[in-house]
T-cell receptor, first 110, second 113 residues
Framework: GNSVTQMEGPVTLSEEAFLTINCTYT??????LFWYVQYPGEGLQLLLK?????DKGSNKGFEATYRKETTSFHLEKGSVQVSDSAVYFC?????????FGAGTILRVKS | DTAVSQTPKYLVTQMGNDKSIKCEQN?????MYWYKQDSKKFLKIMFS???????INETVPNRFSPKSPDKAHLNLHINSLELGDSAVYFC????????????FGPGTRLTVT
């Protein structure tokens, strides 16, 4: 089945630093790709998505581009805030379900 | 208005007991899911129902039994609880025609002692 690999965390940054969280995938066909975010004590929330190659998903200053040639969907943000501290999950469709990566913990210090 | 709700939020129980977790969604979605999240945040799908029909049943002990009385509800019953069942359980819903965007509940933290 399809699978996704994320960079291990935790990632610790200072406020206003640039963020990249790497995500690569293995899939047959053309899956849709997602980033979800989980704030402490809460459920996952959809952050952004892309449904086909070269699509760019963006939301709340975060963005990720569906790169078919490198099978990647890296998450970026130009200037992180303390409130961005959370666990970030990359995911892709596999038939009638989503497959999630292991999650990357992001800690932003003021 | 809460989109996906779960009860209870916390559940502490002893080994061998039977417990249930309830989930309700008011989004009008046709598909609901149960996930288990372990202490390292790894998220694994357990079950999925589409229009009350079981469509995904991952390798889960048969002590776990989902029940969907209608499209808006998906409950999880666990028999003979074990220490390894301690985790956070998330319910989610989606509209399959909507591209698999899933909406998650707040989670139920189950602790088995």
């Amino acid at each position: 089945g399809n699978s996704v690999t994320q960079m291990e965390g935790p990632v610790t940054l200072s406020e206003e630093a640039f963020l990249t969280i790497n995500c690569t995938y293995t899939a047959t066909g053309y899956p849709s790709l997602f980033w979800y975010v989980q704030y402490p004590g809460e459920g996952l929330q959809l952050l952004l998505k892309a449904t086909k190659a070269d699509d760019k998903g963006s939301n709340k200053g975060f963005e990720a581009t569906y790169r078919k040639e490198t099978t990647s969907f890296h998450l970026e943000k130009g200037s992180v805030q303390v409130s961005d501290s959370a666990v970030y999950f990359c995911a892709l469709t596999d038939g009638n379900k989503l497959v999630f990566g292991a999650g990357t913990i992001l800690r932003v210090k003021s | 208005d809460t989109a996906v709700s779960q009860t209870p939020k916390y559940l502490v129980t002893q080994m061998g007991n039977d417990k249930s977790i309830k989930c309700e969604q008011n989004l009008g979605h046709d598909t609901m899911y149960w996930y288990k999240q372990d202490s390292k945040k790894f998220l694994k799908i357990m079950f999925s129902y589409n229009n009350k029909e079981l469509i995904i049943n991952e390798t889960v002990p048969n002590r776990f039994s989902p029940k969907s009385p209608d499209k808006a509800h998906l409950n999880l019953h666990i028999n003979s609880l074990e220490l390894g069942d301690s985790a956070v359980y998330f319910c989610a819903s989606s509209q399959v025609s909507g591209g698999f965007e899933q909406y998650f509940g707040p989670g139920t933290r189950l602790t088995v002692t």
